[in-house]
């Protein structure tokens, strides 16, 4: 795991352009992807085809063999990258070649076959510029797509001329570009072998499909007797009209280009005419008769993969770059923190759990903090927080087999003793919480004595600079308990679920919540009701989740059943019941409870749209406000309802675009990735700063944006459902 003075120095080196050049290309996705009435059609076609692609695997490797023999030329199939490396050296040996040339291929990577061949005194040269320039370098990418994000253009610049001494000093970026032009295209004309990846292999044709920014992979193929195309057998999918959503979804992903500078579609060995590079005026000329093509097709785990029924949505991937872009930590600190041997970013964990293998996944598993953000970015829809939460919980149990939850004869709690004792405190927060109500005032004083922050911060690794939640002694059960209910003639009835911060520390926004939805005619109930299962969750203690989330249907469920709905102030506790139940629950307690649940906000909107007055409400006339929305509430996009009620009710509210505030729950407390989270957080601070807001209050929804915002401005936020109750 990276430590927190490697993550310091990241973000201290490479933070900036990495921030810079990720935050760009997530804005150009949403431009992107808004041109495209039918964007999620796309992706839902592109996830169906890789699903049924995945599932029908082994019969479509053995027709895409029979495709590629039946054109002339070669597949061979990989069990492992020791497999696959010996069968390119023989090819490249067969051809007694000096140089390789090679586009640029994340499976190659895997696979480390330069290493391979330079052991054998072959010379290989990258042709794509960010390969080039990590080569040249002599460092590993750091993300999916543009490998060397990390680095600006002043030291590319310095790299080259203090590697090439050019006649003039290169700086500008067209400068560097022709140079590094002139210097591949003077290797690529030497070489005898090209190497190339592929985005996709069709089985009916034996048609690869390469999407890329640079003409390099068609040079590399074009210049070269012999090609060889590395690619994961998750690569294959049925037929070319398959390609559609592919080539679609793929550059707008990943880049925001609707489409990338070339989408090369090759059915080798074919007879196609190529440019002599040594002089633009000759005329095209053929291949030559013994042109070789060898398409590896690597495994290295993959199939086990494919078995293995949590990770195998990993294999759906088509390495966009997506989750990436969108990740606020990997905006930070990119892929030499957030990744492992071969890949980065979200999707990373799942590839290095199944190639590498769990001790290499859990050096960056960490960072992934659950926001759900990347979900709604990924083309193909691959939930990818579970796969990194399932990875966790395997980290934690030391167990690389799927295994089941609740091993018969164990507790929850008990299955998940192997986890951490830090994540088995924030996973257990239940029971912090009933404890420090039950003691406070006395918990609160005793936590913030100097001797408990030390021992917190050595024992549990919770960082001092970070301000502790404050128990109340009457909760927001206690307080509903005591008081009749306000509503004579209710026109609908709801349990308010109370999720452990609104219960135990910010209770006010809970009797807000009350007050609120009485006065529009709703009766109200709080009952008793276990955590929603987040925290053990977001731990990876997913037996202990499984458990929580039991427990929250069987005390709901008497309520649903009587008539009542589900309204949740705390986004992250909706979100489970919407969405991460579905994992841990049977299909009918999922249903149930989802179908039946909302947000408070969502709740409200939805009684002033039926006829509820919004003159029962406190009403302002023309205040200005500043409003944040919680990540899952946007990733389940009901952040519009909160800005609606709040402008029904008299409010001029300016909306963050910020998208994540860094806190995450517990990790913002964690001292190892302190300064990481305030580094995200920085973006909102200075949005909040600006000009146009700065004298502004600032409202939130999430108890970790409020948490963070109130770290982060000296004027303290509040939950926007306590500006509306009267």
């Not at 080539?247 to 990338?260: K, P």
Request: glycine content about 8%; some cysteine.
């Amino acid at each position: 795991m990276a430590t927190a003075d490697e993550l310091r120095e990241l973000m201290r080196t490479e933070g900036a352009a990495v921030a810079e050049n990720t935050q760009g290309f997530n804005t150009g996705r949403y431009d992107s992807v808004a041109d495209l009435a039918d964007y999620e059609d796309l992706k839902q076609a592109a996830r169906s085809i890789k699903e049924d692609a995945i599932a029908d695997l082994p019969d479509l490797l053995d027709q895409l063999t029979d495709t590629v023999e039946a054109n002339g030329g070669t597949v061979y199939i990989a069990d492992d990258a020791a497999d696959a490396n010996e069968y390119i050296r023989d090819v490249v040996d067969e051809r007694a070649a000096d140089r390789v040339v090679k586009s640029k291929s994340m499976t190659s990577e895997e696979i480390e076959v330069n290493e391979a061949l330079e052991a054998d005194g072959v010379d290989v040269v990258e042709t794509d510029l960010g390969e080039w320039v990590l080569q040249v370098a002599d460092e590993a990418p750091s993300h999916i797509v543009a490998p060397a994000i990390h680095k600006s253009r002043e030291s590319i610049a310095d790299l080259f001329n203090e590697r090439f001494d050019p006649d003039e000093p290169l700086e500008t970026a067209e400068e560097l570009t022709r140079f590094a032009r002139e210097k591949l295209g003077e290797q690529i004309i030497d070489a005898e072998v090209g190497i190339t990846g592929a985005n996709f292999v069709t089985a009916d044709t034996g048609t690869m499909a390469l999407v890329t920014s640079e003409g390099n992979a068609r040079k590399t193929v074009a210049a070269t007797d012999t090609h060889v195309a590395v690619a994961g057998v998750e690569k294959v999918i049925p037929t070319v009209g398959d390609l559609h959503p592919f080539i679609e979804l793929i550059g707008r992903s990943g880049t925001g280009q609707d489409i990338t500078s070339y989408v090369s579609l090759l059915t080798p060995p074919v007879d196609t005419p190529v440019v002599d590079f040594t002089d633009d005026e000759t005329p095209l000329s053929a291949f030559d008769a013994d042109r070789d093509f060898h398409l590896v097709l690597i495994d290295n785990g993959r199939l086990e993969m494919r078995d293995d029924e949590h990770l195998r949505e990993t294999l759906y991937c088509i390495r966009c770059s997506a989750c990436s872009n969108s990740c606020a930590n990997f905006q930070s600190v990119g892929g030499h923190a957030f990744g492992g041997e071969t890949y980065s970013g979200g999707i990373a964990t799942g590839w290095e759990a199944g190639i590498e293998g769990l001790d290499v996944a859990e050096e960056f598993n960490d960072l992934c903090t659950g926001c759900t953000r990347c979900v709604n970015a990924c083309p193909v829809g691959i939930d990818i927080p579970w796969i990194n939460t399932v990875v966790r919980d395997r980290i934690n149990r030391d167990k690389d087999a799927p295994g089941e939850w609740l091993v018969d004869g164990l507790t929850p709690d008990e299955e998940d003793d192997g986890a951490p004792l830090q994540k088995r405190f924030f996973g257990n927060f239940e029971t912090v919480a009933k404890l420090g109500s039950a003691t406070a005032p006395v918990s609160n004083w005793l936590a913030e004595t100097t001797l408990a922050r030390r021992s917190m911060d050595r024992i549990l690794g919770i960082d001092p600079r970070r301000d502790l939640p404050t128990f109340e002694r009457e909760t927001l059960v206690d307080w509903a308990a005591a008081r009749d209910s306000r509503v004579d003639d209710p026109e609908r009835r709801a349990v308010l679920y109370p999720d452990l911060y609104t219960n135990h520390v910010q209770v006010d926004r809970g009797k807000a919540a009350v007050k609120v939805l009485e006065s529009l005619g709703v009766d109200v109930v709080v009952p008793p009701a276990p955590s929603s299962g987040r925290a053990p969750l977001s731990q990876g203690m997913v037996a202990t989740a499984t458990d929580h989330a039991e427990r929250v249907t069987e005390t709901l469920s008497p309520h649903i059943e009587d008539g009542r709905d589900v309204v949740v102030i705390e986004p992250s506790d909706h979100a489970m019941f919407t969405r991460e139940y579905e994992r841990l629950l049977d299909e009918a307690a999922f249903t149930d409870i989802a179908e039946n649940s909302y947000e408070v906000f969502e709740y409200v909107f939805g009684l002033l749209d039926n006829g509820a007055s919004v003159d029962s409400l406190s009403t302002v006339e023309g205040a200005e406000i500043a409003y944040h929305s919680h990540c899952q509430q946007r990733t389940l996009g009901l952040e519009a309802h909160t800005v609606a009620v709040l402008e029904d009710c008299g409010y001029d509210v300016a909306t963050s675009d910020v998208e994540c505030c860094g806190m995450a729950g517990s990790f913002g407390y964690k001292s190892d990735y302190y300064e990481l989270s305030m580094d995200v957080g920085d973006r909102l601070r200075t949005q909040l700063r600006d000009d146009g807001v700065q004298e502004r209050p600032v409202v939130a929804s999430g108890t970790s944006c409020l948490e963070q915002i109130d770290a982060l401005l000296e004027r303290q936020p509040r939950h926007p459902i306590e500006l509306l109750a009267t």
